[in-house]
């Protein structure tokens, strides 16, 4: 196995974490393609113990009520990354559950379907423990074939009594164009989106899949997240702006179109008519009657009937919508999620 | 979201070659050949202080040497061997025997002459004599529990000669583990108006020879109160299969009492997957639940491969493996416990 000695020092370590710190010098037990003496396991062991309880903080359970899947907090105000599979989609609401049992309430914000990376973000506003990101894929700090780390997850869904599982293990497979390592950390259901450490606590990994043998434990590379397009942005900022990215395998992509709110309109002076209500649709549930009068959706005027037909054939099914409407002189405001057709 | 996540997929897809695509030898994992050559003071210990045993020739399990004159405590529910029973049991009308209990010891002497002396239900140790001296028995660890992220050390491939090992680390909180009753008195329950019930009873069960019957309700399991399904199973968690238990009941309004000898709850021959979890995790334990306290490790075990000592870096045992649960999941009796029950099974042999 070859040592490779990048003194490209292009980049120092960046990451959320201002003013943290972490050594220059890669460690030593990393150098070698296995630790020769046991003091040099028991350096690994160290390492894992100084990092382990800092790193179990922030790492969390994710769940939506019926399934379970594991996150990592990134900034002290909550962002969370996380696998697309886990998320599923954008601007959804789901629950972080900490190591404590304390729990938040988070919408997932952007995510990469082919590659499986996600956001989400705890909506409660206070300050939570975070953890540091590798995020450039070549510095002199990158993780390396071979290196030693941990992972962390919730195997199999929230223990409470048990915590989340610590793995360690060695980086045994890198693919820098797929942006994906592969451990001997043995991962299981549960664990998606859950972090892999390297021996200072910092994130290089996300977990994704496994195979069937148990050295095919599969992690989107941190870096994975920042990666620039071709234009040069990066994809951090489009996750963040909550962009739903690429064809899948790991999240289907919204149908547009398929949102169906459930009213027959009349055009009238001032707007649209409702002449005819879906008795179980959306709408009617929420209260919007017979002889209201559509004004606007979403703030935009909605005057003719092709204007609504052009603006539900982009909205997708799940998606809110906010109805302002005039019943006899009186303005009524509904807020109403499009459902399947 | 339906289910628990982590996709399953087969990683052949990745090529060998190919741009920025790198693999590591095997022998250099975390638990291949040269990464454990490390570990040889350790590998002595275990291969001094564990025994193999085999069911005909098959190794259903490893053991702990308690003793120089050959006690050893092993997983229990294991020793008949799965495909064993399977075997033996045949289609012809007559059931054949088993394949007789034999056990390797050090660099591979062979003992014969097996007894199994008792066994511990409630934790599925069991006790084996064998007749020898000059053994090297355990040492047990004088600190507290390892803490998180302790490195472990415990059995791996293993032949007649040579124990191999395997490393991993401490790797979640110790506790309790809940599951099913080990035992059963054979009665439905029911709960009303705050007491508990006999709904039903079943025919050749512990609870109708010791003269239970439906409508009847229950007061006191032992010496405790119950009147509720959850304090008659806290007793029931505590016996092992033929234990007394003192029953005090009410039918219609006179007060009585009985003893229920109660009966094994039959285990699932096979371990079938439940959960996609599962069936991602090769072959895990026939029991791996309702244990009163187990350590967690990441140490990958497989069915065969339990009942060993787990040790630390000193070559102090701090456990004995008890369970494979699943992939991510190795379950071991604490050393405090063991030694706990090897006092109980020596006092009551």
Known sequence: ??????????????????GGSHSLARLDFNEKSTPDSIEEIKAIEAALKTHLERTRQATVCITNGQGFGTGVIVSKEGLVMTAAHVTAGVDKEFKVIMEDGTEYEAKSLGLDSETDAALLKITEKKEFPFVVVEDKPQSRMTTRLGDWVYSLGHAGGFDKARGSVV????????????????????????????????????????????????????????????????????????????????LGPFAQRPVKGGGFIGVAVEEVEEGLKITDLD????????????????????????????????????????????LKLNRAGEIKEYTVALVQR | MKGIFITCSVCAGLTVSGLGQESLDSNLRINGKRTLEVFSP????????????????????????????????????????????AEASGEESEIKPLPPLTIRIGDGVLYEDVKVVKVDARWDIALLKVEASGLTPVQFVEDPEPSHGSVVIANGASSRHLRRIKMGVVSAHTRKITGPTLVVMGVGLEEKDGKLFIKSVTKDGAANEAGLRAEDQIIQADETPVAKRDELIEVLMLKNPGDELKVKYIRGDKKASCVVRVMARPIANGAAPVN??????????????????????????????????????????????????????????????????????????
């Open chain 1, 1 to 18: 196995m070859k040592q490779r000695y990048n003194w490209s020092c292009l980049m120092l370590f960046l990451g959320f974490a201002l």
């Open chain 1, 167 to 246: 793995r360690l293990g060695r980086i045994v497979r890198l693919n820098h164009a797929s942006a994906t390592l592969q451990s001997d950390c043995k991962l299981i259901g549960g664990d998606s989106g859950g972090p892999l450490f390297n021996m200072e606590g910092i994130l290089v990994g996300i977990h994704s899949r496994v195979g069937v043998v148990l050295d095919q434990n599969m992690h989107v590379a941190s870096y994975d997240f920042f990666k620039p397009d071709k234009d040069g942005v990066k994809k951090w900022d489009r996750l963040l702006a909550s962009e739903f990215l690429g």
């Open chain 1, 279 to 322: 008795e179980t649709a959306p709408a009617h549930e929420e209260g919007v009657l017979v002889g209201d009068v559509l004004l606007s959706i979403n703030g935009e005027e909605m005057k003719t009937k092709k204007a609504l037909v052009d603006f539900l054939k982009q909205r997708t099914v799940g998606e809110k919508i906010h």
């Open chain 2, 42 to 85: 350790q590998q002595e210990v275990i291969q001094n202080i564990s025994a193999l045993v085999y069911r005909g020739y098959k190794r259903v399990a490893y053991g702990v040497i308690m003793s120089e004159d050959g006690y050893i405590l092993t997983k229990a529910s294991e020793l008949e061997g799965r495909s064993v029973l």
């Open chain 2, 276 to 349: 996609r979890n599962d069936s991602m995790s090769g072959r895990f334990s026939r029991r791996r639940d309702s244990f009163p306290r187990v350590m967690q490790v990441d140490v990958s075990m497989d069915d065969r491969s339990c009942g060993g000592p787990l040790i630390n870096l000193s070559g102090q045992c701090v456990g004995l493996v008890i369970a494979r649960a699943n992939r991510a999941e190795t379950f071991a009796v604490p050393a405090e416990e063991l030694k706990e029950v090897y006092k109980n099974l020596m006092e009551n042999k």
